[in-house]
């Protein structure tokens, strides 16, 4: 008579564990892009704050705008950036005076700039 057993047979493991490395080879490479698309939002987000923080400065400030660096330690008149994130305003004096910004996060090498114009550009 033939005895009934537990468990599972080597093929079936196998195949699990190949079925397993498939789906793993297929979501990692998607959760690096994640990660990117997230450092470039925290970027772009710095800009878009730092835009709203140079308008009300020059509103205060007879139009003149400020020009510094910002981190996630260091602030520059106040606005203090994203973690990772290092943001560099550069003022020009006028007429009409105008102001642009870059910022770089420290996990990644893309770049984004800004500038009065209200252009928002990442490469």
């Known amino acids: 008579m033939l005895r009934a057993t537990r468990g599972f047979t080597l093929i079936e493991l196998l195949i699990v564990i190949v079925i397993i490395g498939i789906l ?18 925290a970027m ?3 800009l878009r704050n730092l835009a709203t923080y140079e308008e009300s400065f020059a509103a205060d400030s007879a139009g003149a705008y400020f ?3 910002a981190s996630g330690i260091t602030a520059m008149q106040g606005f203090v950036a994203s973690q990772s994130v290092t943001v560099t305003a550069t003022a020009t004096a006028g007429p009409p005076s105008s102001w642009t910004a870059s910022a770089t996060h420290g ?15 990442c490469t």
Not at 24 to 41: C, D, G, L
Not at 107 to 121: A, I, R
């Open 24 to 41: 793993a080879a297929i979501a990692i490479p998607k959760f690096a892009s994640t990660k990117e698309k997230a450092y470039v939002a």
């Open 44 to 46: 772009k987000s710095d």
């Open 67 to 69: 020009g510094g660096t």
């Open 107 to 121: 996990l990644t090498t893309k770049t984004c700039s800004f500038s009065t114009s209200g252009l928002l550009t």
